[in-house]
């Protein structure tokens, strides 16, 4: 990949979706946008977590800091980066980044998930960055904190040092961590779960895509997401290249979920690499609930999960609307959190 342009990271660009009654959502205010990284940052979604004392913000840089130079394939190289903020800070407070990818490898595509003091991240090492190649191996790696992001494990490599991977995402949930991608050369969506906060983890093949939004050399890319709220997992993904959607769920921790029937949420959606589903547990554990956010050709609709039944389709935006006097044509990078 040669370099980007300039881009920062967008955590203005998330929808957040509160599960709740209008009055209660109409209520909230927001300050205004303030950046979470540095400079030249960017994240495909999923990007944010919280814990009881700290808010975290992961990123991607090819220009990192702290000198800011921009990556070769010499060095300094591409890497992932997390920031934490004191989770009472108004605004946030933002620390010192800290680069959790090594700076020895060539990293992006990050996400990142937390449940209580437990943070699990992500990201996919490449072979080069100035001669990026789509046919060449993308591997996932994780760490895992158990202090809110203060020190981190040794990182842990998931996928395969020869296959290559799309777009990861990361969940936690009642002591169980989760990863879930695209194999990039089959069309397999793998799911992997770790009960040892990342020491070992068991993987599987939970169903498959044909979407292939930027073409048949870059591979498969379902753009899969996984969220859970206690023993409660839900998976959704891009099964075909006309935007089919696919969900399945779980009230087991997820031990069901291979060779399961997957529910279709769409019949069709953009598929554009930009229009993902997004899945989130929910951060109380008194609430059962997964919440599931995905396009469609008219807006965004949202579906939660309880353990027993997915719930009708709800619509929670409208492409073309107005807000505060700007017109909003379509939306892309959702979070959802209930």
């Known amino acids: 990949?040669?370099?980007?342009?300039?881009?920062?990271?967008?955590a203005t660009s998330l929808i957040a979706m509160i599960l709740g009654t209008a009055s209660s959502a109409a209520a909230l205010g927001f300050g205004p946008a303030r950046r979470a990284s540095t400079p030249y940052a960017w994240n495909p979604g999923k990007s944010l977590a919280a814990t009881g004392t700290r808010l975290l913000s992961v990123w991607a840089s090819d220009c990192p800091p702290p000198k800011l130079r921009c990556a070769t394939d010499e060095g300094p190289r591409m890497g992932v980066f997390v920031r934490r903020s004191p989770a009472d800070a108004v605004p946030p407070a933002w620390g010192t980044p800290r680069r959790l990818s090594p700076g020895s490898v060539q990293a992006e595509r990050p996400s990142i998930a937390a449940a209580g003091t437990i943070v699990i991240a992500s990201w996919v090492t490449q072979t080069s960055y100035e001669r990026y190649r789509p046919s060449k191996p993308r591997v996932l790696w994780v760490r895992v904190s158990t202090n809110s992001g203060k020190s981190w494990s040794a990182a842990r490599r998931l996928s395969g040092r020869h296959g290559?991977?799309?777009y990861?995402?990361?969940?936690?949930?009642?002591?169980?961590?989760?990863?879930?991608?695209?194999?990039?050369?089959?069309?397999?969506?793998?799911?992997?779960?770790?009960?040892?906060?990342?020491?070992?983890?068991?993987?599987?093949?939970?169903g498959t895509t044909a979407s292939t939004p930027r073409g048949s050399v870059e591979g498969f890319a379902g753009y899969p997401d996984v969220?859970?709220?206690?023993?409660?997992?839900?998976?959704?993904?891009?099964a075909t290249d006309k935007g089919s959607q696919?969900?399945?769920?779980?009230?087991?921790?997820?031990?069901?979920?291979e060779g399961a029937t997957p529910l279709q949420i769409t019949g069709r959606s953009p598929n554009d690499a930009q229009h993902y589903?997004?899945?989130g547990g929910a951060v109380d554990p008194r609430d059962p609930r997964v919440a599931i956010?995905?396009?469609?050709?008219?807006?965004?609709?949202?579906?939660?999960?309880?353990?027993?039944?997915?719930?009708?389709?709800?619509?929670v935006f409208m492409w073309d609307a107005t807000v505060g006097g700007v017109v909003y044509s379509g939306g892309y990078g959702p979070a959802v959190l209930p």
């Open 293 to 315: 956010a995905y396009s469609t050709s008219e807006g965004l609709e949202l579906r939660t999960y309880d353990g027993s039944s997915v719930s009708d389709p709800s619509t």
């Open 227 to 238: 969220g859970a709220s206690g023993a409660n997992v839900a998976v959704a993904w891009i």
């Open 164 to 166: 290559r991977v799309d």
């Open 1 to 10: 990949m040669s370099r980007p342009a300039p881009r920062t990271i967008v």
């Open 246 to 257: 696919r969900l399945l769920t779980s009230a087991v921790g997820g031990d069901d979920l």
């Open 168 to 206: 990861p995402r990361v969940a936690a949930s009642g002591g169980r961590l989760f990863a879930v991608w695209t194999s990039s050369g089959s069309g397999d969506i793998r799911l992997a779960h770790s009960d040892d906060l990342g020491a070992h983890w068991s993987t599987a093949t939970i």
């Open 277 to 279: 589903p997004a899945v």
